[in-house]
């Protein structure tokens, strides 16, 4: 168990702006509280959503701090008002505030999942982001039928792959998907129906399907959106979940990029809506478990039970050491990986695992 206070290696944003304001260095550790659980971190998952973060798209907290949304790792301490988590338990934990890419974490315990017997650290640090935001885009919001069809932007990222097994649990489903060439063999073996080229996904949809999809899942926002809503069937669903539209570089997110994104996406009109019988709706996963824990925790129990019946599986694309976040972000950020990108920690002493 380590105090508070204590400095550990940890991923710090130093500012807004580009690569050089990732920062692998000392920071000191929280108190544990009463609802707390302290964790010794195994593996970390990385996400879209740090990019948004050190470029400075999401201003909720001010630089510097600790970036990280997910990990996975031991139990080391808990809170004297723990009862569901033990010292010894192997969880994952979900903080879309940050502050988890470090050696060790001290979160609420209602941020913290213990993993089934059968799943490593790696698959559990790369499902708590990714498949939950998958699973209420799909099953929930996006209510995905048997015979119906679906649309998944970058289907061979951390998302894309999620939905993409989701939508085959729910059974026969038609699945489009956006990729590169190069990713085109991964995701059809992944079980994308119609694997369609970035540039004109809308045609090559189309040509398939032409009265459009059931469900779209759109995270680049800007005029995709408007794309995304006239590709629906009547009574389809649109769910934007981020906006990657405007991750364009590695440097610090310009007004002008932020102003554009908005106002090509704030085109919904209600007449169009309502004459086209569509449904548009958004869904930001931090937020929701702030306000609907139960509802997080009854989705984390369904994909745990989806994955001991091997039903899904998450992907590893590269694991990287805590001090190559640079190299790892890189990969994320120029749209070269397939699945889930990881940092590991490295440790020299391996009792408290």
């Not at 168990?1 to 290696?9: N, R, V, W, Y």
């Not at 998302?159 to 956006?178: D, K, N």
């Not at 001090?323 to 940092?343: P, S, Y």
Request: one cysteine or more; hydrophobic letters at 40%.
């Amino acid at each position: 168990m380590i105090s508070a206070g204590d400095p550990q290696l940890s991923v710090v944003l130093s500012g807004y702006g580009g690569y050089e304001c990732l920062k692998v260095m000392p920071w000191p550790t929280r108190l544990l509280g009463k609802g707390d659980v302290q964790v010794a971190v195994v593996v970390c998952g990385m996400n879209f959503a740090d990019l948004y973060t050190r470029q400075g798209l999401l201003h909720e907290r001010k630089p510097p701090f600790v970036l990280g949304m997910e990990c996975a790792g031991k139990v080391t301490a808990v809170g004297d008002s723990v009862t569901h988590i033990n010292v010894g338990d192997r969880v994952l934990c979900y903080q879309y505030t940050g502050d988890l890419y470090r050696e060790h974490v001290v979160v609420s315990a209602s941020n913290c999942f213990v993993l089934p017997s059968g799943m490593s650290y790696e698959h559990g640090a790369a499902l708590a982001a990714n498949y939950l935001t998958a699973y209420f885009c799909v099953l929930d919001i996006g209510h995905l039928r048997d015979g119906q069809s679906i649309l998944i932007p970058s289907c061979a990222g951390g998302v894309g792959w999620a939905a993409t097994q989701l939508a085959r649990s729910v059974g026969t489903v038609t699945i489009f998907g956006t990729c590169s060439p190069g990713k085109r063999d991964a995701v059809q073996k992944n079980g994308v129906t119609h694997p369609l080229n970035h540039d004109n996904y809308d045609q090559e949809l189309l040509k398939h399907s032409p009265d459009g999809v059931d469900v779209v899942i759109d995270s680049v926002a800007g005029s995709a959106f408007s794309t995304s809503q006239r590709l629906l069937k009547p009574l389809g669903r649109a769910v934007l979940i981020g906006s990657s539209s405007v991750v364009t570089g590695s440097k610090k997110i310009g007004m002008w990029n932020f102003l554009r994104m908005w106002w090509d996406t704030k085109g919904i009109s209600a007449t169009d809506l309502i004459m086209h019988n569509r449904v548009v709706a958004g869904l930001h996963l931090g937020l929701l478990m702030e306000r609907e824990p139960d509802r997080i925790r009854e989705a984390m129990d369904h994909l745990f039970q989806l994955y001991e019946e091997g039903k899904i599986k998450p992907y590893i694309d590269s694991t990287w050491p805590l001090d190559k976040v640079v190299d790892a972000t890189k990969v994320l950020a120029e749209r070269k990986n397939v699945g889930k990108v990881l940092l590991t920690i490295e440790r020299t002493d391996s009792s408290e695992l």
